[in-house]
């Protein structure tokens, strides 16, 4: 029995085993395929990244927080104001007043674009 629980262990920690290397990963990638929510995230990035490219502005939030000072992230045309809407509805007015409601300001509460 303690040799089938070990073979058990072993087999399992073999499964478990993530790529450290370049070759590794793309390996994995190959064989698995990208996570999903991992492709979402990747994908979500790039639409943003082509967005500014194409509207010529790069909307970032950076985070005024003491505990988090360096934490930042692009924001995306579609991401949506504390006021409910989105970040185009502020873009015509130079990131202020609202041109759907009286909101003065965007203000971000997404994390991801």
């Known amino acids: 029995r303690a040799n089938r629980e070990t073979h058990t262990l072993l087999a399992l920690s073999e499964m ?3 790529p450290n290397t370049p070759a590794g990963v793309r390996k994995a990638l190959a064989e698995h395929g990208a996570a999903p929510g991992a492709k979402q995230l990747l994908l979500r990035e790039r639409d943003a990244a082509v967005a500014a490219i194409e509207r010529g502005l790069y909307t970032l939030y950076r985070s005024t927080s003491r505990e988090h000072p360096d934490f930042c992230t692009r924001v995306a045309p579609q991401a949506l104001c504390l006021c409910g809407h989105p970040l185009d509805a502020h873009a015509t007015k ?4 609202c041109g759907e409601c009286k909101c003065k300001a965007y203000r971000s509460g997404s994390a991801r674009p």
């Open 94 to 97: 130079g990131m202020r007043q």
């Open 16 to 18: 478990m085993m993530q």
